[in-house]
C-alpha cells in the first residue's frame, strides 16, 4: 500500500519527464504554454526574463538546477530569506554579491504593498507563486489583476505537497528559466537519494514502524506545545523515512495543534523538532539555530535545553537520548531528500548504518550549488546522565 | 429591579420577603458555585491520557503518589488550565457585568469595547515585528504588549469619560470605534506576517488556555481578589445607578467618579485577562446577561453570579475543546459561543419579561 502512494507519487513526475525529453524545445525562441502546480494552463508568450519570486525560498530550487547565475532572470523576491534563513543568504550574497545587492524586496505578494505598478515598474514578465496560497491569490484578485497587466503567474510548491510536488515543480523551473538540463540531472539525484530510503522502509511492516512526533519551529514560541504536521510536509517525511507520524494519526491537515499531554501518553519512540537561524529576525526563540552557519557547540547546549522543557524532559524519547532536531527549511526546497534519508538514519540505524546524509548534502552542492556546504543541518540531544 | 412585584403590607412581611429574596440568591450563587466545582472536576478527570477520578483526586490530594508521568500531566498540564479557565471567565464575566452597569447598555463587554482587539493588536506588534512596549522584559514581551495596549485602550476610553458631557452612548461608540481600529492594524500586520507568525497570531485571536501556567493562574486571583471587594463593596450604588444616573445622584451617589473607578478596575480584569489567553469573545458579554436572567439586578447578586457564569462559559469550553480530538489543541475562542449560545437562547425564549429594562 505504502509502496503504491510512492510509485504514484513518482508517475507524473516520470511522464513529464518523457514528454519533456522527447519534445527538447528550444524554449527561449517561441510561446511557452505549460500547466502549473495549481493545475492552472499558463500561456507565455516568449521565455520570461524579468521573473519575481512570491518566496525568496524559491531560490533554493532556481540555483539547484541553474547552470550559472541563478539571479540571471529574477529582479525581485520577497525578504523571507534573508530573514528566516540569513545563512543561506549570506552564501548566495558571497557568491553574487551585485545580484543579492540588486534585488528589489516586492514584499508579501498577497499585501497591499506588492502592487501591480512595482510589477510592472521592474518590467517583469513572470511571476511565481507558492500554491499553498493560491486561495488567498485567487480571493485577493491578484491572479486576475496581474494577467490584466500582463503579466502570467505560475505556481510553483515545495512544501504544502512537497514530496508530491518537488519534481513537477523542478520541471515546470527548469522549463521558465531555459534550464531543462539542470532540472532534469537534479530530478534523477532526487529520485535516486529518495529511493535509497524508500526501498529499504517499504519493507516494513506498518505495526513495526516506530511513532515520531514531529515538533514543528520548536523554541519559536517558549510558552506552548507544539505545533506538528499532519500527513504533509514533515509528518510525510516521517512516513517516508518509515516512521509512523504520530499527527497524521489525528487528522488529515497540514498543520495541526497538538497537546504536550497528548504526547506524553502516546509515548513517541522519537521527536523531532525543526530548528533553523531564526535568532537574527526573532531574538527571544531558543530553536537550534541549524543552517550553513549552524555552530555544533551553540546547537548541543539549545537542543539539551529544548529536550529538558517540563513535558519533555521525562519522555522516553528524550531519556533515550531520541529527541532530535533538524534544519527546518528542508521542508521549503527540493533537497528535502537530505531530511528523509537522516530520519531514516535516527529510526532505522542499523539498516541505514552505510547511508550517510552529510555526503549526499555534501555531493550536492559540489554537483548542483553555487556555493560549498557548510554549517550543521541536525543533530540529537544527548541522553539524560541517568 | 422588577417593579411588578406586590409590596407586602405589614413591617413584618417586608423583612420576611427580604430574608426570602436574600437566601435566594446566596442558594442560587451557591448552586452556581457547585456547578463549577462540577465541571473542574470533569475539566480535570478529562484528557488523551487515561487517568481515573480516583487516581486524579489521589495524585491531587497527596502528589508524593504520582508517577512522573501523573505529575506531569495533573500538576503542570491539567490543573492549570482549568484553573486558568475559571479565573478568567470569572475576571471577563465580573468585567462585562460592570461595563453594561456603567454604560447602561446591554452590549457593552471587553470584546465590543476593543479592549480585546487591542490587546490582539498589542500580541501581534510583538509576534510580526518583534517590537516591545516596555523593553528589557524578555520573553514575556508577547504578554506585556497585549496587556499595555490593552491598559492605553482603556486610558483612551477613560479620558473620554472624562470630557463634559460625554453620554455614555457615546462612549460605547468610541469603543466601537475602537474595536474597528485596532482590527484595522491587526490585519495590516497580518499581511506582513510569515506563516509561522499567522499561526500564532490567529491562537491568539481566538484564544486559547493551552499556554496557562501556576504563574499567570496566580496573578489572575490576585487581580480578581483586589477588584471583586471593591466591586462588591459598591455594589448598593451600582445597584443604584441602574435605576437611573439621576436617581442614583439622589442617593448621594457620586456616578462620574463611581464610572471611572469601576471602569479603571474593568480595564485591570479585562487587560490581564486578554493578555494571558488572547480574545475570548461572548463570555464578557453573555455570562452577566445569563446572570441577570437569573438573579435580576441586584449587584450583590448579580455581580458574583456574572463572574461564575463566565467561568462555568469557560470550563465548560475548555472540557469540550479536549473532546473533539483527543491531542489536538482547539482554540477556544471559537467554541465558547457555540457552548454559551444554546444556552443563551433558550433563557431567552423562556423568559417572559423583557430582561434589559
Same mark, same amino acid.
Given at each position: ?9 513518482? $508517475?507524473? *513526475? ?12 528550444? *524554449? ?13 494552463? $499558463? ?109 502570467? $503567474? ?12 518537488? $519534481? ?74 518509515? =516512521? ?76 533515550? =537520548? ?43 552542492? *559540489? ?20 | ?11 413584618? #412581611? ?29 475539566? @480535570?478527570?478529562? #484528557? ?29 498540564? &491539567? ?41 490582539? %493588536? ?13 523593553? /528589557?522584559?524578555?520573553?514575556?514581551? @508577547?504578554?506585556?504588549?497585549?496587556? @499595555? ?15 463634559? /458631557? ?8 468610541? /469603543? ?11 490585519? %495590516? ?27 499567570? @493562574? ?57 493578555? %494571558? ?14 446572570? &441577570? ?49 444554546? %444556552? ?14
Amino acid at each position: 500500500m505504502t509502496f503504491m502512494t510512492n510509485v504514484s507519487g513518482f $508517475v507524473p *513526475a516520470i511522464a513529464a519527464t518523457a514528454t519533456l525529453l522527447a519534445a527538447a524545445p528550444d *524554449a527561449n525562441a517561441e510561446a511557452l504554454t505549460l500547466t502549473d502546480i495549481a493545475g492552472r494552463e $499558463v500561456t507565455l508568450t516568449e521565455a520570461p526574463n524579468k521573473i519575481i519570486l512570491g518566496e525568496g525560498r524559491m531560490m533554493y530550487s532556481i540555483a539547484a538546477i541553474s547552470e550559472g547565475n541563478p539571479f540571471e532572470k529574477v529582479v525581485g523576491w520577497k525578504d523571507d530569506l534573508i530573514l528566516y534563513d540569513p545563512d543561506a543568504f549570506r552564501k548566495f550574497e558571497a557568491a553574487f554579491p551585485q545580484d543579492a545587492e540588486r534585488m528589489i524586496n516586492f514584499g508579501n505578494p498577497y499585501a497591499g504593498d506588492f502592487s501591480i505598478e512595482a510589477v510592472l515598474e521592474a518590467d517583469a514578465d513572470l511571476v511565481l507563486l507558492d500554491v499553498g496560497n493560491l486561495f488567498k491569490a485567487e480571493e485577493t484578485g491578484l491572479i486576475e489583476k496581474l494577467g490584466k497587466a500582463g503579466v502570467p $503567474v505560475v505556481f510553483v510548491d515545495f512544501r504544502r505537497n512537497a514530496t508530491e510536488n518537488t $519534481v513537477p515543480s523542478l520541471l515546470i523551473l527548469g522549463r521558465l528559466l531555459g534550464e531543462e538540463q539542470g532540472a532534469l540531472e537534479f530530478v534523477d539525484f532526487y529520485i535516486a537519494e529518495m529511493r535509497k530510503v524508500t526501498n529499504v522502509v517499504d519493507q516494513i511492516p506498518a505495526e513495526e514502524r516506530p511513532l515520531v512526533v514531529v515538533e514543528n519551529a520548536a523554541g519559536w514560541q517558549n510558552d506552548f506545545c507544539c505545533w506538528s504536521f499532519g500527513p504533509y510536509n514533515y509528518g510525510r517525511f516521517v512516513e517516508l523515512a518509515g =516512521g509512523t507520524n504520530y499527527a497524521s494519526k489525528l487528522a488529515n491537515a497540514y498543520s495541526i495543534d497538538i497537546s504536550m499531554e497528548g504526547i506524553i501518553e502516546a509515548d513517541p519512540d522519537h521527536i523531532i523538532g525543526t530548528g533553523a537561524n531564526w535568532a537574527e529576525a526573532k531574538p527571544e526563540v531558543t530553536s537550534t539555530l541549524l543552517g550553513y552557519e549552524g555552530d555544533p557547540a551553540v546547537n548541543a547546549e539549545k537542543i539539551d535545553a529544548l529536550a529538558m522543557r517540563p513535558g519533555f524532559r521525562d519522555l522516553r524519547a528524550v531519556q533515550d =537520548g531520541k529527541y532530535h532536531s533538524i534544519y527546518h527549511q528542508f521542508y521549503n526546497s527540493p533537497y528535502h531528500f537530505i531530511a528523509v534519508q537522516q530520519i531514516a538514519k535516527w529510526l532505522y540505524p542499523d539498516d541505514f548504518a552505510d547511508l550517510d546524509p552529510q555526503d549526499t548534502f555534501d555531493r550536492m552542492h *559540489a554537483k548542483f550549488m553555487p556555493y560549498d556546504n557548510s554549517g550543521q543541518f541536525w543533530l540529537s540531544a544527548s541522553a539524560p546522565a541517568n | 429591579m422588577p417593579t411588578d412585584t406586590t409590596p407586602p403590607l405589614t413591617a413584618q #412581611g417586608i423583612v420576611t420577603a427580604y430574608r426570602r429574596r436574600s437566601g435566594r440568591r446566596v442558594a442560587l450563587v451557591a448552586l452556581a458555585a457547585l456547578a463549577l466545582f462540577t465541571t473542574v472536576v470533569i475539566d @480535570v478527570i478529562t #484528557g488523551p491520557a487515561d487517568l481515573s477520578f480516583w487516581r486524579v483526586a489521589h495524585v491531587i490530594v497527596n502528589p508524593s503518589v504520582a508517577t512522573t508521568k501523573e505529575e506531569v500531566i495533573i500538576w503542570d498540564l &491539567r490543573l492549570p488550565v482549568a484553573l486558568m479557565a475559571v479565573v478568567v471567565g470569572a475576571m471577563l464575566g465580573a468585567a462585562g457585568a460592570e461595563m453594561q452597569t456603567i454604560l447602561n447598555n446591554p452590549l457593552a463587554d471587553p470584546f465590543t469595547l476593543g479592549l480585546s482587539s487591542a490587546a490582539s %493588536f498589542g500580541a501581534a506588534l510583538a509576534i510580526v515585528s518583534g517590537l516591545s512596549v516596555i523593553p /528589557g522584559v524578555g520573553g514575556l514581551f @508577547v504578554t506585556v504588549n497585549a496587556f @499595555v495596549v490593552s491598559m492605553l485602550a482603556s486610558l483612551a476610553l477613560f479620558a473620554f469619560t472624562r470630557l463634559r /458631557g460625554v453620554t455614555p452612548e457615546a462612549m460605547i461608540l468610541v /469603543g466601537i470605534a475602537m474595536l474597528f481600529t485596532f482590527n484595522a492594524l491587526l490585519a %495590516f500586520l497580518q499581511y506582513g506576517a510569515s506563516e509561522l507568525q499567522l499561526a500564532q497570531l490567529i491562537f491568539w485571536q481566538l484564544g486559547s488556555l493551552a499556554r496557562a501556567t501556576w504563574e499567570k @493562574v496566580g496573578i489572575c486571583m490576585i487581580v480578581l481578589a483586589v477588584v471583586m471587594p471593591y466591586f462588591l463593596s459598591r455594589s448598593w450604588a451600582l445597584t443604584a445607578l441602574r435605576m437611573g444616573e439621576d436617581k442614583a445622584a439622589a442617593l448621594g451617589v457620586n456616578v462620574s467618579l463611581l464610572r471611572l473607578m469601576v471602569l479603571a478596575g474593568v480595564s485591570l480584569l479585562s487587560a490581564v485577562a486578554v493578555s %494571558f489567553v488572547g480574545a475570548i469573545a461572548f463570555v464578557g458579554l453573555v455570562g452577566p446577561h445569563i446572570a &441577570r436572567m437569573i438573579v435580576g439586578e441586584d449587584q450583590r447578586g448579580f455581580l458574583p453570579l456574572s463572574a461564575l457564569a463566565g467561568a462555568l462559559i469557560l470550563s465548560g469550553t475548555s472540557i469540550a475543546s479536549k473532546a473533539i480530538t483527543p491531542g489536538i489543541v482547539y482554540p477556544i475562542g471559537m467554541i465558547t459561543s457555540l457552548i454559551g449560545i444554546p %444556552f443563551f437562547v433558550s433563557l431567552i425564549l423562556s423568559q417572559r419579561k423583557r430582561h434589559w429594562q
